[in-house]
């Protein structure tokens, strides 16, 4: 088992515009891209594995649970309003508001597939 990097798989409608929005706008990288049905792109510990429809991550995927879900990665920022006014400079919609709580702040967008990303800056 590689211990390395904590892995995700997020299913994707199109590989290529996954990677592209993961690495310009959230600081992911290319650890593999083999093909239009699977990559994967890390940031820090964390290994996001993008499968396309035509993977097998994909298809063993029952289809009451295709849709993409409340949960989501969780990607923590020193500074929430930059990264806000970064992201909305490239025009990168979100999908709240920023919320504040006891933990910190936080603030959801979602990839071009849909599957939701939480940009969190703890409370200090």
Do not use: C, K, W
């Amino acid at each position: 088992m590689n211990e390395e990097h904590a892995s995700v798989r997020y299913v994707v409608d199109d590989v290529p515009a996954a990677i592209g929005f993961y690495t310009t706008h959230l600081g992911f990288t290319v650890r593999t891209s083999p093909g239009p049905a699977f990559a994967d792109v890390v940031r820090g510990p964390l290994r996001l594995l993008l499968s396309g429809p035509a993977s097998s991550g994909a298809r063993a995927t029952p289809a009451d649970f295709a849709a993409a879900g409340r949960n989501r990665i969780h990607l923590v920022v020193a500074d929430l309003d930059a990264e806000v006014a970064r992201l909305t400079a490239a025009g990168v919609p979100f999908r709240t508001d920023v919320v504040s709580g006891p933990g910190g702040r936080q603030i959801l967008l979602a990839d071009p597939a849909g599957n939701l990303v939480e940009l969190f800056q703890p409370a200090h």
